[in-house]
């Protein structure tokens, strides 16, 4: 072990006078072929890690990463959810013995103890021997927090309909309708439409939006005056004029939507 | 050429012993799946660093676009990934990363403990690299706010009412990693996204640069 009292140095640098290898001891003791890092193994290396970006870019083509709709605070029926790997943690906190008066147990005790013992784990398990079987209380230990991790994140993760929350939380862009209050068709959609339709086409419960269409003037004026699917038929009231008017509106408001 | 200026530096500044340092070592053929097929066991803290230098580019590029603002943030990852040439590939390798980084760090942590390879002379290297296994699931969860979607919002809202109940510190706590006591918005974003860009990366770097230097020092441990 160097101390640094009574060193010497070459002149004013750090380098040492007496001559001493930095670099670990010849790997001769064990038996076997080497290799020398530099060029040979790390072109393996270089190899496996080319496989592993193949694999990786593959998942991250074949699933595009999720985003849901913008954070709404108010929205008070989400069911939050972290992330896979914290599921263990959150689902702990479901038990009655690490939750409500014992919730300290479930956030600090359990948790601080697992890890804690997994950063001391050199210190508890400060044996001679490493085989597995050397040591069976480390590796026990070991196994257990491994089993109950997978069990807790298993079960919080099998109560979750992953496909109807992604469904349910789809991301809705930014609506880029302009809807020009001047125009001569406005008026008649105001009057009858925009109950159901929405002040910007949006639509509602009660009918789809109007956004994103594709039908022609004359099918619009048609299905105002004569429903199609649950709109009910005789909704549109005004003369023929105005109906041409609305049509006009509709497909206006759609073209500045593209 | 290339020799004459490697000749010119090394003249000045010595750079031969580092090169040796990082490069010019033997590869023990316990660890050498070429050898004995079982050692791919031993790739795989090297192929925890790899995805950590995808999450340093990838996240890299993601600041060029993403704007950590609750008006912006998700405009700008909805942005990202429906307008930017590529920009759903960055975020993928991004949020991806993120998952495979935890898998291969848990596997790497496995193999290290059933080997015993933490024993004695290597028990400081270990808690490196345990506090390395923190700091990813910190910047996991920060990270995790970031798009600011529902799922980022309500699920840290969760985090950050868990820390809350900490006795003596919670509240303390809690205002420090949200800016507020009771809200949850325009603060939290904004440390959120400083701890994630910032100071976790820099707790990450300096423990990964003990964690290499330690390994370089000790050498890999012996076969079982």
Known sequence: MHR????????????????????????????????????????????????????????????????EGMADPTDAAYIPLPDWYFLFLYELLKYKYASGDFILF????????????????????????????????????????????????????????WQERAEANKPIPESSVVVDTEHEGFAAYEASCMTCHGAELEGSAAAPTLVGIEYTPEEIATIAKEGTGSMPAGIFTGSDEELEQLADFIITVNESAE | MLQKVY??????????????????????????????????????????????????????????????????????????????????????????GASVVIVMLLLHTLRVFFQGAYKKPRELNWIVGVLIFFVMLGLGFTGYLLPWDNKAYFATQVGLEIAEQVPFIGTELKTLLAGDASIVGAQTLTRFFAIHVFFLPAALFALLAVHFILIRRQGISGPL
């Open chain 2, 7 to 96: 000749d010119w530096i090394d003249e000045r500044i010595d750079i031969t012993p580092i090169w040796r340092d990082i490069a010019d070592h033997e590869v023990p053929e316990h660890v050498n799946p070429a050898h004995n097929f079982s050692a791919f066991v031993y790739c795989f803290g090297g192929l925890t660093f790899f995805v950590v230098v995808i999450q340093i580019l990838s996240g890299m590029f993601l600041t060029m676009y993403y704007v950590p603002d609750i008006e912006n943030a998700w405009k700008s990852v909805y942005y990202l990934q429906s307008e930017v040439a590529h920009g759903q590939i960055v975020r993928g390798m991004h949020h991806w």
């Open chain 1, 4 to 67: 640094g009292k009574g060193m010497k140095f070459v002149g004013d640098s750090r380098i040492k006078a007496e001559k001493t290898s930095q670099i670990p001891k010849d790997y001769s003791e064990y038996p076997g072929r080497t290799e020398a890092f530099w060029p040979n193994f790390l072109l393996k290396e270089w190899l496996v890690g080319a496989v592993f970006l193949v694999g990786f870019l593959i998942l991250t083509l074949a699933h595009p990463s999720p985003l």
């Open chain 1, 106 to 161: 479930g956030i600090l005790v359990l948790p601080g103890l697992a890890f804690g013992a997994l950063l001391l784990a050199p210190f508890l398990d400060n044996g001679p021997g490493r085989r597995p079987h050397q040591r069976p209380i480390a590796v026990g230990m070991m196994l257990l927090g491994l089993v109950s991790v997978i069990w807790l994140t298993y079960t919080s993760a099998s109560h979750v309909n």
